[in-house]
Protein backbone atom coordinates (compact mmCIF):
# COMPACT_ATOMS: atom_id res chain seq x y z
CA UNK A 1 0.00 0.00 0.00
CA UNK A 2 1.44 3.68 -0.99
CA UNK A 3 2.03 6.54 1.60
CA UNK A 4 -0.81 8.25 -0.19
CA UNK A 5 -3.33 5.40 0.33
CA UNK A 6 -2.30 5.09 3.91
CA UNK A 7 -3.09 8.33 4.65
CA UNK A 8 -6.60 8.34 2.80
CA UNK A 9 -8.78 5.48 4.60
CA UNK A 10 -10.45 8.14 6.67
CA UNK A 11 -8.43 8.04 9.81
CA UNK A 12 -8.78 10.38 12.61
CA UNK A 13 -10.89 13.32 13.61
CA UNK A 14 -9.60 15.95 11.00
CA UNK A 15 -9.36 13.50 8.01
CA UNK A 16 -9.80 15.77 4.83
CA UNK A 17 -8.37 18.96 5.99
CA UNK A 18 -6.22 20.18 3.83
CA UNK A 19 -2.66 22.33 4.94
CA UNK A 20 0.06 24.18 3.86
CA UNK A 21 2.98 25.18 6.41
CA UNK A 22 5.49 27.34 4.86
CA UNK A 23 7.20 27.13 8.01
CA UNK A 24 10.40 25.70 9.42
CA UNK A 25 12.07 23.88 12.56
CA UNK A 26 9.82 24.21 15.66
CA UNK A 27 6.49 26.29 16.67
CA UNK A 28 4.86 26.57 12.90
CA UNK A 29 5.75 22.97 11.70
CA UNK A 30 4.54 21.44 15.37
CA UNK A 31 0.83 23.02 14.97
CA UNK A 32 1.07 21.24 11.80
CA UNK A 33 1.87 17.76 13.33
CA UNK A 34 -0.88 18.27 15.81
CA UNK A 35 -3.37 18.72 12.99
CA UNK A 36 -1.49 16.15 10.94
CA UNK A 37 -1.46 13.22 13.89
CA UNK A 38 -5.66 13.87 13.86
CA UNK A 39 -5.60 13.03 10.15
CA UNK A 40 -4.91 16.38 8.12
CA UNK A 41 -3.49 16.32 5.01
CA UNK A 42 -0.43 18.49 5.60
CA UNK A 43 2.30 19.53 2.54
CA UNK A 44 5.64 20.70 4.74
CA UNK A 45 7.23 23.36 1.86
CA UNK A 46 11.00 23.06 2.35
CA UNK A 47 13.34 24.67 0.21
CA UNK A 48 15.62 22.49 -2.16
CA UNK A 49 19.16 21.43 -0.98
CA UNK A 50 18.84 21.37 2.49
CA UNK A 51 15.37 21.64 3.42
CA UNK A 52 13.92 22.25 6.56
CA UNK A 53 16.64 23.10 9.04
CA UNK A 54 15.15 20.83 11.97
CA UNK A 55 16.53 18.00 9.48
CA UNK A 56 19.96 18.10 10.50
CA UNK A 57 19.50 19.02 14.28
CA UNK A 58 19.89 16.75 17.13
CA UNK A 59 21.58 13.33 18.29
CA UNK A 60 21.92 11.03 14.74
CA UNK A 61 21.87 6.78 14.18
CA UNK A 62 24.27 5.71 11.82
CA UNK A 63 24.30 9.57 9.77
CA UNK A 64 20.79 9.55 9.75
CA UNK A 65 19.37 12.37 11.96
CA UNK A 66 16.49 11.43 14.28
CA UNK A 67 14.38 14.58 15.10
CA UNK A 68 13.14 15.23 12.00
CA UNK A 69 11.79 11.74 11.90
CA UNK A 70 9.47 12.38 14.29
CA UNK A 71 8.87 16.40 13.48
CA UNK A 72 8.29 15.45 10.37
CA UNK A 73 5.90 12.09 10.77
CA UNK A 74 2.54 12.26 9.02
CA UNK A 75 2.93 14.72 6.14
CA UNK A 76 3.79 15.06 3.04
CA UNK A 77 7.36 17.05 1.91
CA UNK A 78 7.26 18.93 -1.15
CA UNK A 79 10.20 20.88 -2.47
CA UNK A 80 9.68 25.06 -3.52
CA UNK A 81 12.18 28.04 -4.17
CA UNK A 82 10.28 30.49 -2.94
CA UNK A 83 13.17 33.09 -4.48
CA UNK A 84 11.80 31.86 -8.01
CA UNK A 85 8.83 34.07 -9.84
CA UNK A 86 7.85 30.37 -10.72
CA UNK A 87 7.76 29.30 -7.47
CA UNK A 88 5.82 31.91 -5.86
CA UNK A 89 3.28 31.17 -8.67
CA UNK A 90 2.88 27.64 -7.20
CA UNK A 91 2.66 28.25 -3.92
CA UNK A 92 -0.07 30.44 -4.41
CA UNK A 93 -1.46 27.61 -6.30
CA UNK A 94 -1.26 25.38 -2.46
CA UNK A 95 -2.64 28.41 -0.90
CA UNK A 96 -5.77 28.15 -3.23
CA UNK A 97 -5.68 24.43 -2.36
CA UNK A 98 -5.90 24.35 1.24
CA UNK A 99 -7.79 25.07 3.99
CA UNK A 100 -5.28 26.35 6.33
CA UNK A 101 -1.95 28.08 5.68
CA UNK A 102 0.64 28.21 8.08
CA UNK A 103 3.43 30.76 7.50
CA UNK A 104 6.45 31.44 10.30
CA UNK A 105 8.57 33.96 8.10
CA UNK A 106 9.01 38.02 8.72
CA UNK A 107 6.39 39.98 7.96
CA UNK A 108 8.35 41.69 4.80
CA UNK A 109 8.93 38.84 3.41
CA UNK A 110 5.69 37.24 3.49
CA UNK A 111 4.35 40.59 2.02
CA UNK A 112 7.38 40.25 -0.96
CA UNK A 113 6.02 36.85 -1.93
CA UNK A 114 2.56 37.43 -1.67
CA UNK A 115 2.07 35.03 1.85
CA UNK A 116 0.65 37.68 4.04
CA UNK A 117 -3.11 38.10 4.89
CA UNK A 118 -4.23 40.33 2.31
CA UNK A 119 -2.75 37.69 -0.31
CA UNK A 120 -4.19 34.80 0.74
CA UNK A 121 -7.53 36.34 1.39
CA UNK A 122 -7.24 37.48 -2.28
CA UNK A 123 -6.43 34.23 -3.07
CA UNK A 124 -8.60 31.90 -1.00
CA UNK A 125 -11.02 34.29 0.84
CA UNK A 126 -11.90 30.82 3.17
CA UNK A 127 -8.63 30.52 3.98
CA UNK A 128 -7.18 30.55 7.54
CA UNK A 129 -4.08 32.03 7.91
CA UNK A 130 -2.22 31.12 11.02
CA UNK A 131 0.99 33.30 11.09
CA UNK A 132 3.44 33.15 14.11
CA UNK A 133 6.43 35.38 14.64
CA UNK A 134 8.53 36.40 17.89
CA UNK A 135 6.53 39.53 17.85
CA UNK A 136 3.32 39.62 16.20
CA UNK A 137 2.13 41.31 12.96
CA UNK A 138 0.48 44.72 14.16
CA UNK A 139 4.00 45.38 16.78
CA UNK A 140 6.68 47.82 16.12
CA UNK A 141 8.76 44.49 15.63
CA UNK A 142 6.79 42.63 13.52
CA UNK A 143 10.16 42.41 11.10
CA UNK A 144 12.75 41.53 13.62
CA UNK A 145 13.79 38.01 14.06
CA UNK A 146 12.67 35.57 16.85
CA UNK A 147 13.26 32.44 18.52
CA UNK A 148 11.44 30.43 21.28
CA UNK A 149 13.98 31.26 23.48
CA UNK A 150 13.83 34.67 23.24
CA UNK A 151 9.96 34.19 23.53
CA UNK A 152 10.26 32.23 26.68
CA UNK A 153 12.36 34.85 28.35
CA UNK A 154 10.10 37.70 27.03
CA UNK A 155 6.80 35.79 28.47
CA UNK A 156 7.85 35.94 32.21
CA UNK A 157 8.36 32.12 32.28
CA UNK A 158 11.85 32.42 32.42
CA UNK A 159 12.12 35.46 35.19
CA UNK A 160 10.11 32.51 37.32
CA UNK A 161 11.81 29.24 36.48
CA UNK A 162 14.62 28.53 38.99
CA UNK A 163 16.03 28.55 42.40
CA UNK A 164 16.12 32.44 44.43
CA UNK A 165 19.62 32.05 44.73
CA UNK A 166 20.29 31.48 40.83
CA UNK A 167 20.06 32.10 37.58
CA UNK A 168 16.63 32.56 35.54
CA UNK A 169 16.31 28.80 33.86
CA UNK A 170 15.13 27.94 30.06
CA UNK A 171 13.84 24.14 29.94
CA UNK A 172 15.87 21.54 28.17
CA UNK A 173 13.70 21.32 24.79
CA UNK A 174 11.88 24.11 22.93
CA UNK A 175 9.23 25.33 25.38
CA UNK A 176 8.26 28.33 23.94
CA UNK A 177 7.86 27.20 20.26
CA UNK A 178 5.80 23.88 21.67
CA UNK A 179 3.48 25.56 23.48
CA UNK A 180 3.08 27.91 20.60
CA UNK A 181 2.55 25.63 18.12
CA UNK A 182 -0.27 23.63 20.42
CA UNK A 183 -1.90 27.03 20.92
CA UNK A 184 -1.75 28.01 17.21
CA UNK A 185 -3.05 24.36 16.51
CA UNK A 186 -6.08 25.12 18.71
CA UNK A 187 -6.62 28.61 16.98
CA UNK A 188 -6.76 26.76 13.73
CA UNK A 189 -9.23 24.50 15.40
CA UNK A 190 -11.65 27.84 16.57
CA UNK A 191 -11.40 29.04 13.11
CA UNK A 192 -12.61 26.37 11.22
CA UNK A 193 -15.27 25.49 14.19
CA UNK A 194 -17.06 29.05 12.71
CA UNK A 195 -15.99 28.46 9.30
CA UNK A 196 -18.28 25.29 9.89
CA UNK A 197 -21.21 27.14 11.14
CA UNK A 198 -21.16 30.96 9.94
CA UNK A 199 -22.06 30.83 6.45
CA UNK A 200 -20.74 34.48 6.15
CA UNK A 201 -17.27 33.00 7.19
CA UNK A 202 -14.78 35.76 5.12
CA UNK A 203 -11.39 33.86 6.39
CA UNK A 204 -9.59 34.11 9.16
CA UNK A 205 -6.21 35.57 10.14
CA UNK A 206 -4.52 34.24 13.31
CA UNK A 207 -1.79 36.37 14.51
CA UNK A 208 0.12 34.41 17.08
CA UNK A 209 3.30 35.69 18.53
CA UNK A 210 5.75 33.40 20.23
CA UNK A 211 5.96 35.33 23.58
CA UNK A 212 2.04 35.38 23.88
CA UNK A 213 1.28 31.84 24.44
CA UNK A 214 3.50 31.01 27.21
CA UNK A 215 2.14 34.39 28.29
CA UNK A 216 -1.24 33.36 28.52
CA UNK A 217 -0.66 30.25 30.29
CA UNK A 218 1.10 31.88 33.71
CA UNK A 219 -2.69 32.86 34.08
CA UNK A 220 -1.83 34.96 37.69
CA UNK A 221 1.65 37.14 37.19
CA UNK A 222 -0.45 40.28 35.91
CA UNK A 223 -3.35 40.46 38.26
CA UNK A 224 -0.77 40.08 40.98
CA UNK A 225 1.26 42.70 39.88
CA UNK A 226 -1.60 45.10 38.84
CA UNK A 227 -3.13 44.38 42.10
CA UNK A 228 -0.41 43.90 44.50
CA UNK A 229 2.33 46.25 43.25
CA UNK A 230 4.79 42.90 43.51
CA UNK A 231 6.89 40.80 40.97
CA UNK A 232 6.51 37.16 41.70
CA UNK A 233 9.85 35.88 41.76
CA UNK A 234 11.68 32.69 41.16
CA UNK A 235 10.80 30.04 44.41
CA UNK A 236 12.77 26.52 42.60
CA UNK A 237 10.34 23.84 42.71
CA UNK A 238 8.11 25.33 45.08
CA UNK A 239 4.64 27.05 43.59
CA UNK A 240 4.92 31.32 43.90
CA UNK A 241 1.42 31.41 44.58
CA UNK A 242 0.61 28.33 46.42
CA UNK A 243 3.68 29.25 49.30
CA UNK A 244 2.29 26.51 52.00
CA UNK A 245 2.48 23.60 49.91
CA UNK A 246 4.91 21.35 49.69
CA UNK A 247 6.72 20.90 46.49
CA UNK A 248 9.81 19.69 45.72
CA UNK A 249 12.33 16.78 44.22
CA UNK A 250 13.89 15.07 47.05
CA UNK A 251 17.09 12.05 46.27
CA UNK A 252 16.71 8.91 47.84
CA UNK A 253 19.21 6.79 49.22
CA UNK A 254 19.61 4.86 45.84
CA UNK A 255 19.81 8.32 44.41
CA UNK A 256 16.86 8.51 42.41
CA UNK A 257 14.55 11.80 42.52
CA UNK A 258 11.22 12.04 43.75
CA UNK A 259 8.90 14.45 43.07
CA UNK A 260 6.31 15.18 45.78
CA UNK A 261 3.07 17.68 45.05
CA UNK A 262 0.94 18.58 47.77
CA UNK A 263 -1.32 21.88 46.91
CA UNK A 264 -4.20 21.41 49.00
CA UNK A 265 -4.97 21.54 53.22
CA UNK A 266 -5.48 17.62 53.18
CA UNK A 267 -2.27 16.33 51.03
CA UNK A 268 0.16 18.66 53.23
CA UNK A 269 -1.61 16.73 56.47
CA UNK A 270 -1.32 13.89 55.02
CA UNK A 271 2.60 14.65 54.57
CA UNK A 272 2.59 15.48 58.64
CA UNK A 273 0.88 12.23 59.42
CA UNK A 274 3.63 10.47 57.53
CA UNK A 275 6.25 12.42 59.16
CA UNK A 276 4.96 11.52 62.32
CA UNK A 277 3.65 15.12 63.03
CA UNK A 278 0.92 16.20 64.86
CA UNK A 279 -1.53 16.75 62.18
CA UNK A 280 -3.37 19.31 64.09
CA UNK A 281 -0.90 21.49 63.86
CA UNK A 282 -1.38 21.92 60.24
CA UNK A 283 -4.51 22.29 59.80
CA UNK A 284 -4.64 25.65 58.52
CA UNK A 285 -2.83 27.28 55.54
CA UNK A 286 -1.07 29.76 57.70
CA UNK A 287 0.24 26.90 59.97
CA UNK A 288 1.14 24.98 57.00
CA UNK A 289 3.06 28.72 55.63
CA UNK A 290 4.87 28.87 59.02
CA UNK A 291 5.86 25.46 59.11
CA UNK A 292 6.95 24.56 55.43
CA UNK A 293 10.55 24.68 55.36
CA UNK A 294 10.02 22.20 58.35
CA UNK A 295 7.88 19.93 56.53
CA UNK A 296 10.36 20.26 53.51
CA UNK A 297 13.40 19.42 55.75
CA UNK A 298 11.66 16.38 57.36
CA UNK A 299 10.60 15.23 54.30
CA UNK A 300 13.74 15.46 52.39
CA UNK A 301 15.83 13.43 55.12
CA UNK A 302 13.16 11.05 55.40
CA UNK A 303 13.19 10.35 51.31
CA UNK A 304 16.84 10.18 52.06
CA UNK A 305 16.90 7.27 54.28
CA UNK A 306 15.07 5.08 52.35
CA UNK A 307 15.54 3.22 48.58
CA UNK A 308 13.02 4.70 46.22
CA UNK A 309 10.56 1.69 46.15
CA UNK A 310 10.10 2.11 49.63
CA UNK A 311 9.35 5.55 49.56
CA UNK A 312 6.80 5.39 46.46
CA UNK A 313 4.88 2.66 48.51
CA UNK A 314 5.26 4.61 51.85
CA UNK A 315 3.88 7.53 49.87
CA UNK A 316 1.12 5.53 48.06
CA UNK A 317 -0.33 4.25 51.50
CA UNK A 318 -0.32 7.87 53.08
CA UNK A 319 -1.78 8.94 49.77
CA UNK A 320 0.90 11.69 49.18
CA UNK A 321 1.26 12.23 45.75
CA UNK A 322 4.65 11.51 44.21
CA UNK A 323 6.80 10.35 41.27
CA UNK A 324 10.50 9.25 40.65
CA UNK A 325 11.18 11.63 37.97
CA UNK A 326 11.32 9.72 34.88
CA UNK A 327 14.08 9.92 32.21
CA UNK A 328 13.60 8.05 28.57
CA UNK A 329 14.46 5.41 29.52
CA UNK A 330 12.05 5.11 32.43
CA UNK A 331 9.65 5.87 30.04
CA UNK A 332 10.01 3.58 27.56
CA UNK A 333 10.06 1.29 30.23
CA UNK A 334 7.06 2.36 32.03
CA UNK A 335 3.31 0.09 32.09
CA UNK A 336 1.33 3.11 32.42
CA UNK A 337 2.64 4.42 28.80
CA UNK A 338 2.50 1.12 27.62
CA UNK A 339 -1.30 0.61 29.08
CA UNK A 340 -2.03 4.07 27.38
CA UNK A 341 -0.21 2.49 24.10
CA UNK A 342 1.38 6.19 24.37
CA UNK A 343 4.67 4.77 21.99
CA UNK A 344 4.35 3.12 18.95
CA UNK A 345 6.38 1.69 16.38
CA UNK A 346 7.01 2.75 13.52
CA UNK A 347 8.89 1.52 10.29
CA UNK A 348 10.86 3.74 8.42
CA UNK A 349 12.89 3.27 5.16
CA UNK A 350 16.39 4.79 6.82
CA UNK A 351 16.39 3.44 10.50
CA UNK A 352 14.10 0.35 10.22
CA UNK A 353 11.17 0.11 13.05
CA UNK A 354 11.60 3.32 15.16
CA UNK A 355 9.75 4.34 18.86
CA UNK A 356 7.84 7.43 19.22
CA UNK A 357 4.89 8.99 21.05
CA UNK A 358 1.65 7.90 19.97
CA UNK A 359 -0.95 10.65 18.66
CA UNK A 360 -2.30 12.02 21.69
CA UNK A 361 -4.55 13.35 22.89
CA UNK A 362 -6.85 9.69 22.32
CA UNK A 363 -10.20 9.61 20.74
CA UNK A 364 -12.08 6.72 20.99
CA UNK A 365 -14.37 6.69 18.10
CA UNK A 366 -11.81 8.19 14.94
CA UNK A 367 -8.48 7.57 16.37
CA UNK A 368 -5.50 8.93 14.53
CA UNK A 369 -2.00 7.15 14.11
CA UNK A 370 1.36 7.56 12.78
CA UNK A 371 1.36 6.89 9.35
CA UNK A 372 5.19 7.02 7.93
CA UNK A 373 8.14 9.13 10.02
CA UNK A 374 9.33 12.15 8.68
CA UNK A 375 9.72 11.93 4.56
CA UNK A 376 12.66 12.47 2.71
CA UNK A 377 13.12 16.11 0.94
CA UNK A 378 11.07 16.55 -2.10
CA UNK A 379 9.42 12.72 -1.53
CA UNK A 380 5.57 13.71 -2.58
CA UNK A 381 6.43 16.48 -5.03
CA UNK A 382 4.68 14.36 -7.88
CA UNK A 383 2.04 13.74 -5.80
CA UNK A 384 1.34 17.10 -4.37
CA UNK A 385 1.93 18.48 -7.19
CA UNK A 386 1.03 16.30 -10.03
CA UNK A 387 -2.06 14.36 -8.91
CA UNK A 388 -2.88 17.35 -6.38
CA UNK A 389 -2.38 20.74 -7.88
CA UNK A 390 -2.97 19.09 -11.36
CA UNK A 391 0.26 20.27 -13.01
CA UNK A 392 1.40 18.58 -15.99
CA UNK A 393 4.31 16.22 -16.60
CA UNK A 394 5.86 18.57 -18.95
CA UNK A 395 5.39 21.76 -15.83
CA UNK A 396 6.84 19.68 -13.14
CA UNK A 397 10.21 18.95 -15.70
CA UNK A 398 10.24 22.31 -16.15
CA UNK A 399 10.39 23.40 -12.86
CA UNK A 400 13.14 20.68 -12.08
CA UNK A 401 15.03 22.02 -14.66
CA UNK A 402 14.66 25.34 -13.24
CA UNK A 403 15.12 24.28 -9.77
CA UNK A 404 12.64 25.83 -8.62
CA UNK A 405 11.89 22.20 -7.02
Same mark, same amino acid.
Given at each position: ????????????????????? =?????????????????????????????????????????????????????????????????????????? !????????????????????????????????????????????????????????????????????????????? +????????????????? !???????????????????????????????????????????????????????????????????????????????????????????? =???????????? /? @?????????? /????? /???????????????? =???????????????????? %????????????????? +?????????????? @??????? %?????????? /????????????
Amino acid at each position: MSDDERNTTGSGQLHGLKVVE =FAHVVAGPLAGSMLADQGAEVVHVEPPGAGDAARAMGPRRDGVPLWFKVAGRNKRSVTLDLHHEAGRLVAHRLV !AWADVVIVTLRAGRLRSWGLDWDSVHRINPRAVLLQISGFGATSSQADAPGFGKVGEARSGVVHLTGFPDGPPVHTG +FSHGDAVTGLMGAYAVL !AALHRRDHDPGFDGEWIDLALFESLFRLVEWQVIVHDQLGRVPERSGNQLAVAPGAVINTYRSRDGEWITVTSATLRSVRNIARLLGLPEEE =FTTTRQQYDRRE /E @LDENLRNWVA /ERVTG /ECLEEFARAEVVASRV =FDAADIAADPVYAEREDIVT %VHDPDLGPVRMQAVIPH +FRQRPGRVWRTGPA @LGQDNHL %VYGQWLGLSV /EELADLEKSDVI
